[in-house]
């Protein structure tokens, strides 16, 4: 059925209208002459709409003759009719034309670049590395290798497990999937001393290989040697390089600093709003000014629509209309509770120097203090732990 239809359309047909007293007569001549008519269907009593090829048409005008009936044609479909208008509107045809080979031009450019799964690594660390090797927006799609940016993604970043490259519509999706960092690793067969990551004062010094060079109760910054990997021979004098290992447990000290306003402005929207339009294509906007905005304090709220939907077709139009409206806000003060804020504060203190505690750690004390100063509640989370410090530092030459 569905070849019928394509075939039909590309021979061209017309939609006609039938009107008379003897139609069923007229149908039944028409099967007998093999004129081909479908899409039947009965207006009244009295009149006929259905469609007919152009050379059946032809032919049902003489039987239609004969039955006493009349005909005309109500609309033209198909492709010989097209290129009929196209040449009486070149004008037309060529800005047609020209419409859909932009059309297809912008959707062959990518427009945009997602990475999805970075939560280690950043997002502009990864587009410069993609830039310096040519592959950013305004590129065709057709000439990036989805194989080649994989490859390249996974020889600069050992600890992506996983890279998918996709490109869909006009725009490129890049999922990586990222391993834990491992710790500095210091191949056992170089020389090394293990020095303090970060500052702390010494509670133990357990050298396993090496010369212990702190002790107990020494304040050390990061950098310093702990445990040292240059050794003296207790025969001959002789000074060696060996690769030191041990444990270095050290008091460390953790701080964060919250601060919240007692008095703070709440809003609430008066419902005044003012709208600007704008364009936008690609990463590229533009803004029809229409004068200031009339609001002191407002909130902006943005839209953006695609002049062509394409979506059925996985395309990402690039030429968007942008709409901003403004919408008013009323401030108005409100006072917190003080015991509510101080709270409210410790947590989220704590939280933040929880992110930065190494797992092993064991905390000791946990010190709070809060201060209020011109309506600014600032509340200090400090917490002390014991933990290992040292980190292993490669000897370069004798004077390390």
């Not at 093999?34 to 050379?55: A, F, G, H, P, Q």
């Not at 709409?323 to 409100?334: A, G, T, W």
Request: aromatic letters at 8%; glycine letters at 6%.
């Amino acid at each position: 059925m569905l070849a019928i239809k394509i075939w039909n359309y590309f021979k061209g047909y017309v939609i006609i209208r039938v009107e008379g007293l003897t139609l069923e007569r007229l149908l039944n001549l028409a099967a007998n002459h093999d004129i081909y008519l479908w899409d039947v269907k009965r207006i009244n009593n009295i009149v006929l709409e259905m469609k007919s090829t152009t050379r059946g048409f032809k032919e049902l005008k003489k039987i239609v003759k004969k039955v006493g009936c009349r005909v005309e044609i109500i609309g033209k479909t198909g492709f010989p009719f097209l290129l009929m208008k196209l040449k009486e509107r070149k004008m037309w045809a060529a800005g047609f034309l020209l419409f859909w080979t932009i059309i297809f031009f912008l959707s062959s450019i990518i427009w945009k670049i997602d990475i999805i799964g970075n939560e280690q690594t950043p997002r502009e660390e990864i587009i410069s590395l993609l830039k310096s090797n040519n592959i950013t927006t305004g590129k065709i799609k057709y000439s990036l290798d989805k194989e080649s940016i994989k490859d390249l993604l996974l020889e600069n970043y050992d600890y992506f497990s996983f890279v998918s490259v996709n490109i869909k519509g006009t725009k490129l999706t890049i999922e990586v999937k990222e391993q834990d960092l491992p710790p500095e690793m210091v191949d056992k067969n170089y020389p090394c001393h293990i020095v303090a990551k970060k500052k702390g004062v010494i509670v133990k010094v357990v050298p396993k290989n090496g010369k212990a060079v702190v002790e107990k109760g020494k304040v050390v910054n990061p950098g310093e040697i702990l445990i040292s990997g240059i050794i003296t021979s207790e025969l001959g004098g002789e000074t060696l390089l060996v690769h030191a290992e041990g444990e270095v447990l050290a008091l460390t000290r953790y701080s964060s600093i919250v601060r919240e306003p007692i008095v703070k402005n709440e809003e609430k929207f008066t419902g005044r709003v003012f709208t600007q339009k704008g364009i936008k294509i690609g990463d590229k906007g533009i803004q029809f000014m229409k004068g200031e905005i009339p609001f002191e304090n407002y909130r902006e709220f943005v839209e953006e629509k695609s002049i062509i939907n394409l979506e059925k077709y996985d395309i990402d139009f690039p030429i968007k209309i942008v709409n901003h409206e403004y919408r008013e806000v009323e401030l108005r003060e409100v006072k917190q509770n003080i015991d509510y804020l101080k709270n409210a504060n410790q947590i989220a203190a704590t939280k933040e120097i929880n992110k930065e505690l190494p797992p092993k750690a064991q905390i000791q004390s946990k010190n709070i203090r809060h201060q209020i100063d011109d309506n600014i509640l600032t509340t200090q989370v400090i917490i002390e732990t014991i933990e290992d410090i040292g980190k292993k530092q490669i000897i370069n030459n004798r004077e390390d």
